[in-house]
Structures are given as C-alpha cells and as structure tokens.
C-alpha cells in the first residue's frame, strides 16, 4: 500500500542520469569550466523559465567562455554528453503509477519533449511539470502546488523526490513528504 496519493518525481538525477565521466573529461581536454558556466544562474535561469531557447542557452555558454572556434566545439560536445534512464527507477515508479498518479517535476528547457521521447519516456508520467512551459522553477512554491494540483492530491499528501535538498526543503515547506534521491534503496525504502 502506498502512503502518498501522487509522487513527485525529479528527472535529472533520479530517472535520467548524464555521463559525468564524459563531461569532465570534455572539460579537461579543453581546460574549460564548462559545467559551472553552464550551471551560473544568469545563464541556467533564463532557458529554465522557458524565456530562451536551449540553443540560445548554449550560445550563453560559448559567448561566456570567449566564443572562439574551439570554444564553440567544447559547447558542442558539451550538449551532446550522453544520458540515460534509470531502469529500476522507472521500475519502480511504474510499479506505484498503478496505485496513485506519478508526476514528472523538472527544471528544464524547451527541448525537454524531444529528450523523454529519446528516453522512452513521452508517455510514462501521468503528467509532465516543466519549469520552461510553467514559468516558475523548483524551489519556487508555485511548481509544487501546480504538481499537487495536476495530481489532484493536496500537498500534504505528495511525496517530493529530488537529488537537490534546497528542492527537497521547499517541497517539505509546503507541506509534503520530501525525500533526498541519493540512491535506488532511498526511494525503494519509502515506496516498497
């Protein structure tokens, strides 16, 4: 039985993991602090509250870094790092999907739609809350209460799911149950 009447769920960190091997090592062979300049706020906000594109976002990161030829190419490899999902995680969460609504809830850009149909993942959530196409991004109050809303659960019966605390903390703010992803034994430990 499970105690929640939706779970919330993060993507990036929890269902679709990115190959920080690879970025580090893009990061290494051009000497280019690629991940913290793609990560600073003035950057990452914009494309996140779906005002710019991720193509513009990723411009951002190649004007910040100097814009060169050789810069550009580091960016390109950068945004072309691979992903993947998390199989018992999406194991699990289907598993759970049968018994109460499973909402994906992410701070993403506008090609969001176009990486869960990679991931085989266009029709697994029960529904999808994009910052870019919602307008507020997690920690903001707003997205959770629009998750809960979508959910039809109020929010103190959510469970909240992310590998952020800060995001965790906000959840847990509102009123619902927040759990820190660190591992598959944390989820599967709450969810059974």
Not at 82 to 105: S, T
Not at 135 to 157: C, H, L, Q, S
């Amino acid at each position: 039985m499970i105690p929640f009447d939706a779970v919330l769920s993060d993507l990036d960190g929890v269902l679709r993991h990115f190959d920080h091997a690879a970025q580090a090592d893009i990061e290494a062979r051009y000497g280019l602090p690629l991940m913290k300049t793609a990560l600073d706020p003035e950057l990452i906000l914009p494309p996140t509250l779906g005002h710019v594109s991720e193509a513009q976002w990723l411009e951002s990161i190649a004007v910040a870094l100097g814009g060169d030829e050789r810069v550009r190419r580091a960016v390109a490899e950068f945004a072309q790092v691979r992903f993947w999902v998390d199989e018992e995680v999406r194991a699990l969460l289907a598993r759970v999907q049968q018994h109460v609504p499973v909402i994906i809830v992410t701070n993403a850009m506008d090609t969001l739609e176009q990486h869960l149909d990679l991931l085989g993942l266009t029709h697994f959530a029960d529904d999808v809350v994009s910052s870019a196409r919602v307008g507020v991004a997690k920690p903001d109050r707003r997205i959770y209460e629009i998750a809960a809303e979508r959910a039809g659960a109020a929010p103190e019966r959510c469970l909240f799911v992310d590998d952020r605390l800060r995001n965790v903390e906000a959840a847990r703010e509102l009123g619902m149950t927040g759990l820190h992803y660190r591992t598959y034994q944390d989820l599967a430990a709450v969810l059974g």
